[in-house]
Every structure is written in C-alpha cells, then in structure tokens.
C-alpha cells in the first residue's frame, strides 16, 4: 500500500512543478528558499517569492513533520474532531500515539488588483493508531469578480473531481462555500473553491485512488492560475481599484487570523510562524464603515459574495 | 451605592472630554459619531476620525447594551471564567440571568510613525444575579519605542494608580505584560501599561472608590497621549519609518484578530462589527521573514518588546 514517504515524495514533486510554473508566468519573480527543521520530527521546504511582476507575495510550501501527538490537539474541540480516534485508542492505554503530516499549501497574492488571490492546501495525515486521510483545497478570492474566470475556475475544478467521482465537486464546492466564509461579515472570502477532508478508504475507494484524485487537484493548480495571471495582469487600473484591494486583503487577513484552522493549529503548535503567516498580503488596509457606490463594480463584487452560487 | 446608570453617564462624559482634548491635539480632524443600537437591548455612540493631521485613524467608542446573557458567554471557556457565578445561579433555577455592560474603547493609529499607538478601555459589567466589576486598561505601543516616552507614559498611569492604592500599579503593570503579548510572535504588543479587571467591592473598596479609580485612569488618557502626540508629531521620517510603521501595525493587527477577549466576544456575540474592528489601522503590512538591521532603531524597539521590563 502506498506509503507516507511516497505521498511525500508525490508533494515535493508537486511543490518543484507549481514553482516553475508560476515563475515562468510571473517572467521576472524568483521564489527563494528556506529548509527548516522541527525540534520534535521533520521539516519543511518554505519557498517565497516577493515582488515579482505579476505577483507581489506568495508562497508554495512543502513540509512532512512528524512526532508525538500534541496535547493542544487533544484538548481542542476543533482538533478533537480532526484527530476522532485518538483518545479512544488512549483510552486502551496507547499513550504514545505518534503523527505524521505532510502537504503542500500556497496562498498567492498578486500586484495587479484585476488579477485575483489563490489558495490551494493538500495535505496527508496518519497516525501510528492506523487511522490516515487525506484533505486539502481550493479557492479563487478576486478582488474584483468576474463572472466568466469565476465560472472557468469552477470548470476546471469541476472537470478534475469528475474524473474520480461525479459527487466531489458538487459536494466539495459546498463544503469550500461553508469553510471560506466571514462569518462576522457574513461574506465568502471570494467565490470558493472546493474543500474537503477525512478522505480515508472505503469499499469504494481505495487510499491510491484518494492519493490520485489529491494529486489531481494539485495539478489543476497551475494551468488553471496562470491562466488567469496570464488573462488578467496587464489591465489597467487606478488608485480606487489599489484602495478596494487593500479592503479586500484586509478581509483576507480577518479570514486567516480568525477563521482559518490550519493558521490556528499552526500557531497553537508552535509552528514555523513565518511559513504559516507566509498567507498575509504585503499590504492590508481598512476603512471605517466603507459603502461602495451603488452599481460600482465594488459594489457588484459584494454581491457575488455569497454561499451556493452555481459557477460550473 | 452608585447605579448603573450613573456610571454609564460617567463614561459619556469621558468619552466627551477625550474626544475633545483629541481634536484639539489633532488641530483639524473632527470625530464623526454613528448612533447604533443593539437589537436586543441597548446601543452606543461610536466616534471616528479619519486622516486628521496628527491621527490617520481612530475611535473612542462609548457604548451600554443589556439583555440576557448569551448563549456564547455561558459556553465559552475564556468567558466562562469572565462569568463566574453565572452558572452557579442557573443550577438554582434562575434560568433568564440578564447583564448590563457599558464602556469606553479607544484606539488610535497616528499618521507619523514616530508617534505611538494607543489603546484605552474602561468598562463596568453587572448581572441581574447582583454579580458586578469593572474592568479596563491603557497601552501604549510605539511604532518607534522612545525610553523617555515610554517612562513618561508608566510615570502618569503610576501616579494615578497610586492615589487609590500603592499595590495596584505593580499589580496591573504585570497583567498587562501578560495580556497585551503575542505568544506566537514572543514579543509585546509595545511597551505596556496597565490592565485589570473583575474589580469588585471588598472589606477595603466601595464600589465608588473603585469607580472613581476607573475614572482617574480615563481621565489619565486624554493630558497623557496628547502630550506624545505633540512631542513627536513633528518629527521627521522617511520611507523606511513608514515600511517599519507598516510591519508594527500587522503585529497589532494579529494581537487584535488573535488574542484580543473584547474583539473575540464581539464578534462571537453579534456586536457592530465597524465598532469592534475600528481598532485595526488604515493599512498594516507583512513581510516574509524581516529581519532588522542589528544595531538599528528597529532593532532597538523590537530589543524593547519584552515582558517585565521596568519603566516606572
């Protein structure tokens, strides 16, 4: 069966493949690398690339770490559900449980506010208990929303779960409308993506055909992203169109500082913090009480903000 | 013994007076007020200015909202303790505990990097059980940390502290080393102050001395700040200042988003979001790894980010 250095391999691999795409669309831009190693088990590949000319901040990061499972992650209710099948086994005096997790995540922000930001997260989870599963996802945050790269987004998306399984997309679409969501401001961070986690084997699937669909997902990052880099870096825009991103940032910002669970178990873990912080733009800003003019494009971006949109 | 609404007549006053010892300083912005009320009970009166010549953005929010206690509060573990005797009435039936809750925040982000930010709250909560305390705090956290300034910012909470009891200054002093500090980070918000709350009547306090030690530290705010405000307002910068502004606003940005209770329970409890977040900056940065030069004056602050250290 396919084991946990494999999928790590199959991660790196990944990691190298989306690099070279996005330097390649960005024409100047480099990422730069940092290794870092976990005083309790494993590491990581961090890899930012800064001022480049289509993208302004980003970051592709690999790591595998491994070790002892963390109390914090006994003790959170979140964490509890993440990790269900931890204490019952504790429970028969397994006090040892040991993890691993390995995975690739990119948040992407670009210099240009006609081209939207992009985050994707796969990632492959195991403990020594037996239990393992899959998660990850993806979702297209565009400062300004366009329908038509919207729908392409959710096409290609879609395209890539229906050759696993016909029920992914819709399933993991509504899951990503629901984990990408601003509560507070009762908003979607950007027009999602798909979401999913705890894919494990069942009789219907085995781990190689999850390890597949996975790398899948992965793969449909690249072609699908710089396509609208591509599409969209050489508009023109104005000192409004800076303003209305820097708000949309802000939201970014309050979404992964609040919300986002893996910049929480991150920081709760005691992890690499500027890899898990790599997702915070160059620049943010908020206004207070900011109203955009009635049927202004900020105004019809604001309205495609919302749960259960059909884009595909 | 002093009533609810006399203590929320208080706050409003000191709202006036700082509001207006804030223009003075500032010399040309003006506090916009916004009037809101709470749909289940009570309201407040939210003060913003924005691009004054001295503050780029601030407020000093008064608010009084009543009701039942929520749900969130009584389930919450951090409320839980911010609650204690709620539960312990509800196990004897009284099932429709209702609380008042009537304060002063202030948050002000300067234009000149070279004057610092500040916070202030001062807050009274009681509960139909006859539980009540005040709660309040003031922090300074320059961009730039000034020896002087800082000394001069610990001297004046000191000698209002002091007026009403020599312990509490040390006391307070360290509760806000504690409080205003980013874990992940290992560093201060700034420079401290002083923080307390669940202040209640004992054997040596009425609940008037407590008030009206609540209200010296109010009244502490307005002679204090501006004094910094016009100390500093006139200094030169440069680009650099500014980049460096940008960073220290993302930290007090993350402090706000991650470990701030007023902002956590105002945002779980369904409070005016454009009041509860007012205390984020015009715009923050974040920049992947930045590492000061040794021997600079970013340096210099980030040496100074340090629990314990004595100003006073």
């Known amino acids: 069966m396919l084991t946990k250095e494999e999928i790590s391999e199959g991660f790196m691999l990944l990691q190298d493949?989306?690099?070279?795409?996005?330097?390649?669309?960005?024409?100047?831009?480099?990422?730069k690398e940092d290794n870092w190693k976990r005083a309790e088990g494993g590491g990581g590949r961090t890899r930012i690339l800064q001022d480049g000319t289509v993208i302004e901040k980003g970051g592709v990061l690999?790591?595998?770490?491994?070790?002892?499972?963390?109390?914090?992650?006994k003790k959170n209710e979140n964490a509890a559900v993440t990790l269900s099948g931890v204490e019952g086994r504790?429970?028969?005096?397994?006090?040892l449980t040991t993890f691993y997790a390995t995975g690739v995540s990119i948040v992407i922000h670009p210099k240009n506010p006609m081209v939207p930001i992009?985050?994707?997260?796969?990632?492959?989870?195991?403990?020594?208990?037996?239990?393992?599963?899959?998660?990850?996802?993806?979702?297209l945050t565009p400062h300004y929303v366009v329908e038509e790269d919207a729908k392409f987004f959710h096409n290609a998306l879609k395209q890539s779960c229906?050759?696993?399984?016909?029920?992914?997309?819709?399933?993991?679409?509504?899951?990503?409308?629901?984990?990408?969501?601003?509560?507070?401001?009762?908003?979607?961070?950007?027009?999602?993506?798909?979401f999913f986690d705890k894919l494990t084997q069942t009789?219907?699937?085995t781990k190689e055909q999850l390890f597949d669909f996975v790398k899948e997902i992965g793969n449909t990052f690249a072609p699908t992203y710089t396509k609208l880099m591509n599409k969209n870096k050489s508009l023109p825009f104005n000192e409004v169109n800076?303003?209305?991103?820097?708000?949309?940032?802000?939201?970014?910002?309050?979404?992964?500082?609040?919300?986002?669970?893996?910049?929480?178990f991150g920081l709760e873990s005691n992890g690499r913090v500027e890899s898990i912080l790599m997702s915070l733009p160059k620049t943010a800003g908020w206004?207070?009480?900011?109203?955009?003019?009635?049927?202004?494009?900020?105004?019809?971006?604001?309205?495609?903000?919302?749960?259960?949109?059909?884009?595909?």
Chains 1, 2 share one sequence.
């Open 17 to 31: 493949s989306i690099c070279t795409a996005l330097e390649n669309e960005d024409g100047i831009g480099k990422f």
């Open 62 to 73: 690999y790591s595998a770490v491994h070790g002892l499972i963390p109390d914090f992650l």
């Open 90 to 95: 504790e429970d028969e005096g397994q006090l």
């Open 118 to 139: 992009i985050h994707m997260n796969v990632r492959y989870f195991e403990m020594s208990t037996g239990v393992w599963w899959f998660g990850g996802g993806i979702d």
């Open 162 to 194: 229906d050759k696993h399984n016909p029920n992914y997309y819709k399933e993991y679409k509504k899951w990503a409308d629901d984990y990408f969501f601003i509560k507070h401001r009762n908003e979607t961070r950007g027009v999602g993506g798909i």
């Open 203 to 205: 009789k219907d699937v």
């Open 242 to 264: 800076k303003q209305w991103q820097l708000l949309r940032r802000g939201r970014y910002v309050e979404f992964n500082l609040i919300y986002d669970l893996g910049t929480k």
């Open 287 to 312: 206004e207070y009480d900011y109203q955009p003019e009635s049927n202004s494009l900020e105004a019809k971006t604001l309205s495609f903000l919302k749960k259960d949109l059909s884009w595909a």
